[in-house]
């Protein structure tokens, strides 16, 4: 039978971080180790995402240790990964209160680099006690204008080369034009930063920035993460973020294809994301139909080892036979696989309208 229902692409990406939103996914019978920890499975678990057809995938990461353990720093995973893989975005979390804006703008445009223009950067702000103790400082009076600031520096650090700074010419011995590297003198309410950036603007020009909704006011991001309590509330709350301008909007949606392993949603506490439970072929129907009001979703499997296997052998294909998912091009940058212009330079816009 075919369907009424709007068509247009549906960006899927996936969380990667640990062993899966289920608070007993550690404990399932014949797991790997969690990737956040093991390299080769860091590797193998995003490659598989990659030949499944996911648009991009995401790494979780937090200012505190792991209880009883320790994870790799979210944008040295991506770093790994860019490098064995040639398609997928890679998108780390990034927290800005436990952060030097100048080295968290030079990192994550070295990861833009490696990656040849397919990295983005999920906009954390974590301000526990906890977290703000392992830099020691104290918390934020104005949390949401701190925020809006360092996104803010970023941004102008990303501009303060030009695209064409470096020339490399071999019979002057100059490896840029000094006319395109921009200072860049910030002052916000809390910090001060200088600038030109060590590292040439990324290839994006800037990087596909994420944030959660309740960031999205003071992060202006590229890319809205909007959660739910079911699908309608998703789909609503979709809508609120599309009328408020967010270029793209995401559903966060926790996937359960395999209930009973673990106890399916029992002892699993909401976090804010909408949940679905059940079989493949239902989530792909369920896909479907929040495409007519969603530019992507970001899948939060239950349990890495069983979930996203399942997503790519029967979900994913599933939605390419219904002509809603569209996997990453070879050689192209994430903006341009999202549908994102890339953004002028500030200073060369400027220069223009000064000649």
């Known amino acids: 039978m075919t369907s009424s229902l709007p068509r247009r692409t549906l960006h899927v990406a996936v969380e990667l971080d640990g062993d899966g939103a289920h608070p007993e996914a550690a404990r399932f019978p014949g797991r790997s180790p969690a ?34 353990g320790f994870r790799i720093d979210a944008t040295v995973r991506a770093a790994y990964a860019a490098t064995r893989t040639a398609r997928i975005g890679l998108a780390p979390t990034s927290h800005v209160l436990t952060a030097e804006p100048f080295h968290l703008a030079a990192q994550l445009a070295s990861l833009d680099h490696a990656t040849h223009g397919r990295a983005a950067w999920v906009v954390g702000a974590s301000d526990t006690p906890e977290a703000l103790a ?25 501009d303060s080369w030009e695209d064409d700074a470096v020339i490399k010419d071999v019979a002057t011995g100059r490896y840029l034009d000094p006319d395109k590297v921009h200072h860049v003198d910030f002052t916000g309410e809390t910090f001060s ?50 009328e408020a301008g967010a270029p793209l909007v995401f559903g966060e949606l926790e996937v359960l ?9 029992d ?16 989530l792909a129907a369920l896909l479907e139909q929040l495409s007519a009001d969603l530019d992507g979703v970001r899948l939060h499997p ?3 080892a069983t979930d996203l296997p399942l997503l790519g052998r029967e979900v994913l294909p599933e939605l390419r036979r219904l002509g809603l998912l569209a996997p990453p091009e070879p050689g192209a940058t994430l903006r341009a696989t ?11 816009l400027a220069s223009k309208g000064n000649a």
Do not use: C, H, M
């Open 257 to 265: 294809l395999e209930p009973g392993e673990p106890a399916g949603s």
């Open 134 to 158: 392992t830099v020691g400082r104290p918390r934020p009076e104005d949390r949401r204008r701190e925020v809006a600031d360092i996104v803010e520096v970023i941004r102008r650090l990303w």
């Open 338 to 348: 999202l549908g994102l212009a890339r953004p002028e330079n500030r200073f060369a």
């Open 35 to 68: 990737a956040r920890v093991d390299p080769q499975i860091l590797v193998d678990v995003v490659t598989g995402a990659e030949r499944a057809g996911f648009t991009f995938v995401t790494f979780d990461d937090a200012p505190v240790p792991l209880t009883g």
């Open 302 to 304: 239950a349990v890495l």
């Open 193 to 242: 930063v200088k600038g030109p950036l060590i590292t040439p603007r990324p290839p994006q020009g800037r990087l596909v920035v994420l944030a959660a909704e309740d960031l999205a006011d003071v992060v202006r991001p590229d890319l809205v993460l909007v959660g739910g309590t079911d699908a309608e509330d998703l789909r609503r709350r979709a809508r609120r973020a599309r």
């Open 267 to 282: 002892g699993w506490p909401p976090a804010g994301r909408a949940r679905y439970t059940g079989s493949a072929a239902g």
